[in-house]
C-alpha cells in the first residue's frame, strides 16, 4: 500500500548562460556578465521547485504546465509559475514540509544572495523560511558548469496531506 500522507519531489534542470541576459535566480535579479537564457525568465530555482513540487504531486514537469510553445509564458516572471504550483499543490490538499536547492553555478558565488533569494520565494509560497534551504556549489571549472557555459540545479520537496 502505497502512504499517501507524505511525498517526495524531485526537480533537476539546467539552463544555457550567454553575455547581456538578465540573470534572474531563485526570485531575484543578481547583476552579472552573462544570464540563463529560457523561455520564460529562466529562473533556474523557481523551475527545479516548481518540478518537485509537480513531481511529488505525480502531476507531470513545469513544461506540461507551462509549455515553451505558449507565447503566454514568453518572459514570464517565473514567481508566477510558481503561485500556480502551489495553487495546484493546496487544491489537491497537500502542504509543504520543506524544499530543499542545490545550485551547480561556478560564477557569481550566490552566498550573498541566497537569504534574499528564502525570503523572496518563501512569501510567493507562503511558507516559513525555516522550510526551505537553498545552497550553492561550482563544480570546480569541470564541464559546462565550470566553462561558465550554464547553470544547473537539483530540487527535493516532501509535503505531507493536511
Known amino acids: 500500500m502505497i502512504e499517501e500522507n507524505?511525498?517526495?519531489?524531485?526537480?533537476?534542470?539546467?539552463h544555457k548562460l550567454e553575455t547581456g541576459e538578465k540573470f534572474v535566480?531563485?526570485?531575484i535579479e543578481i547583476d552579472h556578465d552573462k544570464g540563463a537564457v529560457g523561455h520564460s525568465d529562466a529562473d533556474?530555482?523557481?523551475?527545479?521547485?516548481?518540478?518537485?513540487?509537480?513531481?511529488?504531486?505525480?502531476?507531470?514537469?513545469?513544461?506540461?504546465h507551462f509549455p515553451d510553445t505558449n507565447e503566454k509564458y514568453k518572459?514570464?516572471?517565473?514567481?508566477?509559475?510558481?503561485?500556480?504550483?502551489?495553487?495546484?499543490?493546496?487544491?489537491?490538499?497537500f502542504e509543504i514540509n520543506n524544499i530543499d536547492v542545490t545550485v551547480l553555478l561556478?560564477?557569481?558565488?550566490?552566498?550573498?544572495?541566497?537569504d534574499k533569494m528564502i525570503e523572496t520565494l518563501s512569501a510567493v509560497m507562503k511558507i516559513d523560511k525555516k522550510k526551505l534551504s537553498i545552497k550553492a556549489t561550482t563544480t570546480e571549472g569541470l564541464g559546462f558548469v565550470g566553462r561558465e557555459e550554464g547553470v544547473a540545479a537539483h530540487c527535493v520537496t516532501l509535503i505531507n496531506k493536511i
Do not use: F, T
Not at 507524505?6 to 539546467?14: F, S
Not at 561556478?106 to 541566497?114: G, T
Open 106 to 114: 561556478q560564477r557569481p558565488k550566490l552566498r550573498n544572495h541566497i
Open 6 to 14: 507524505c511525498r517526495i519531489g524531485h526537480g533537476y534542470d539546467v
Open 25 to 27: 535566480i531563485g526570485g
Open 44 to 64: 533556474i530555482i523557481i523551475h527545479v521547485i516548481c518540478d518537485s513540487i509537480l513531481g511529488a504531486l505525480s502531476e507531470g514537469d513545469i513544461g506540461k
Open 75 to 93: 518572459g514570464i516572471d517565473s514567481k508566477e509559475l510558481l503561485l500556480e504550483v502551489v495553487e495546484i499543490l493546496n487544491k489537491k490538499g
